[in-house]
């Protein structure tokens, strides 16, 4: 399975961007999917997943509930993030992962395959 994120840029406070994740390969609905985020000198952390198996549940961290949509386009094999509001504190390189169980999860160690990441500038 490969990953490739893009749809990343430079934008202004309140904008909004729209990333996506194109998975190729041996890929499948049934593998859930989720989107992390690293800024410099921090830590990776969770932004928001998806869970496969055609459920479409959703997880998000508190810190973009409300202004982030993930979704998933399963026929074209492509997992979105849409982000809303966009703030300075969102600056970073954004990597989407895929997950084999199926189950939408925080831990980035439940992710077995990940795509290189999109930078997203945030200026206030």
């Known amino acids: 399975v490969q990953l490739q994120a893009s749809g990343g840029g430079l934008v202004q406070a309140g904008a909004s961007l729209r990333l996506s994740c194109a998975a190729s390969?041996?890929?499948?609905?049934?593998?859930?999917m989720g989107w992390f985020r690293q800024a410099p000198e921090k830590e990776r952390e969770f932004v928001a997943a998806i869970a496969g198996w055609g459920g479409g549940s959703t997880l998000q961290a508190d810190s973009v509930k409300g202004r982030f949509t993930i979704s998933r386009d399963n026929a074209k094999n492509t997992l979105y993030l849409q982000m809303n509001s966009l703030k300075p504190e969102d600056t970073a390189i954004y990597s989407c992962?895929?997950?084999?169980?199926?189950?939408?999860?925080?831990?980035?160690?439940?992710?077995?395959?990940w795509g290189q990441g999109t930078q997203v500038t945030v200026s206030s």
């Open positions: 992962a895929l997950a084999l169980d199926g189950l939408e999860s925080r831990a980035a160690r439940r992710y077995n395959y």
């Open positions: 390969g041996r890929t499948s609905s049934r593998y859930a």
